[in-house]
Every structure is written in C-alpha cells, then in structure tokens.
C-alpha cells in the first residue's frame, strides 16, 4: 500500500514524539562549550568515535582557550596533542589554519554563512551545517550515517545521496524540528538501531518502521 504523504508526516510526527520521550536530554554529540570549539570538535571527529573526541576535546580545551590560542601554537605541539584521535599532524594543520582565518578575516568570529565556513581548512558541508544549527539557530538537517541508514529503514527515502535524503526529510519533517531530530536519531542509532544487526524488540518506535522484525 502507498503510503501517502499526509500519513508519511503524521507518520513522522509520531516517530519524532517517541524519540524524543526516549531521549529527552538528547544533544549534539561533540563537547563544545563556544563556537571555535565546535569547529575543533567536528575536525578532530574526521574517522574518529565520539567517545575518544570528547575526550580529547576535554583537555584540549582546557590548553587552548580561544581560536587565538590554536592560531599561534606549536604545531608540534598541538598535533601531539591530539595524536589519539588519529590523522593527527593533517588535523593539526587544519585547526591551526582554520583558527587563524578567524582571527585574522573574520576578528575571532566564526563566520556565520555556510559559504565562508566552507572556505575554512577542515570544514566540510556538514560541519558548516552543523555549526549554522548549533551556534546560529538556522533550521538544518545534519546527514551523517545514522539518518542515512534510519531514515532508509522507516522508509522515508530509498536513496543513498545526502542531497537527496535531505530534500526528503524536510518534505517529510516539520522545520523547527530538524536539529533536535538529527540529535534524537543519532543516539537512537548508536543505542538501538545498531549498523548490521538493529534490536528491534527493544526499539519505541517498532510499530511504525515498515523494516522492524517485530
């Protein structure tokens, strides 16, 4: 049966409303406290888990408390310093020269456009999403490989391209909950709806995912 698009948004306004009953202090996934860490975060997560970023963030940030403090540090110094999360020596580069743009262009202020974010080292469309959502307010969808694989699962898009999920999920998705709703399906994919093998007796939303075995 076609499942029209009506009954697909109110479909989704019940996933939504158990998720988040599921996970009321659900939130961005990456410690930050201020904007240029934020930035660092998302850089340092570059093939690395959640789990050894924010620890590495944690005292990271403790070291180096403004984006001029990683401007005009050792380079040495910072990619021994976050050697742990891999890659260290390119993402040193990025961070340094990433912090330095800011001071210098844009007077320790982490640009506000998604274009200008772009243009910073390290920065890819989702980080600049990421930061748009998180530091600025402005409704976004973060695309990474929970809401790839969930979103495929509950049968909201058939398709594999960020670009075109994204387009779907706003058609689907009311915009003042986008942000909260990529936190919700980020914990509910690394804590029930696992890669490979998904628990989904132990899943809320079950009864309304055309892909549970329940």
């Not at 020269?97 to 772009?118: M, T």
Request: glycine share 4%.
């Amino acid at each position: 049966m076609i499942e029209t698009l009506v009954r697909k948004k109110q479909r989704a306004s019940k996933i939504f409303s158990l998720l988040k009953r599921k996970y009321p202090y659900s939130k961005y996934h990456l410690y930050y406290t201020s904007p240029h860490e934020l930035l660092v975060a998302n850089i340092l997560s570059d093939h690395c888990t959640r789990e050894r970023v924010n620890t590495v963030a944690k005292k990271l940030f403790n070291k180096y408390h403004s984006s001029i403090d990683f401007a005009y540090c050792n380079l040495d110094s910072l990619a021994e310093d976050i050697r742990s999360t891999g890659n260290q020596n390119n993402k040193a580069k990025k961070i340094k020269k990433a912090c330095y743009i800011i001071v210098e262009k844009y007077n320790g202020v982490v640009p506000c456009s998604i274009d200008d974010l772009l243009g910073l080292p390290g920065v890819g469309k989702e980080t600049a999403k990421c930061i748009m959502g998180e530091i600025y307010n402005v409704p976004t969808i973060l695309i990474d490989s929970h809401m790839v694989r969930i979103m495929k699962l509950l049968g909201f898009t058939r398709s594999n391209d960020p670009k075109k999920i994204e387009t779907e999920i706003i058609d689907t998705f009311e915009k003042k909950i986008w942000m909260k709703l990529s936190y919700l399906i980020n914990d509910h994919g690394t804590a029930v709806c696992v890669d490979r093998k998904p628990h989904c007796k132990a899943c809320v939303i079950n009864k309304l995912c055309p892909s549970s075995y329940v």
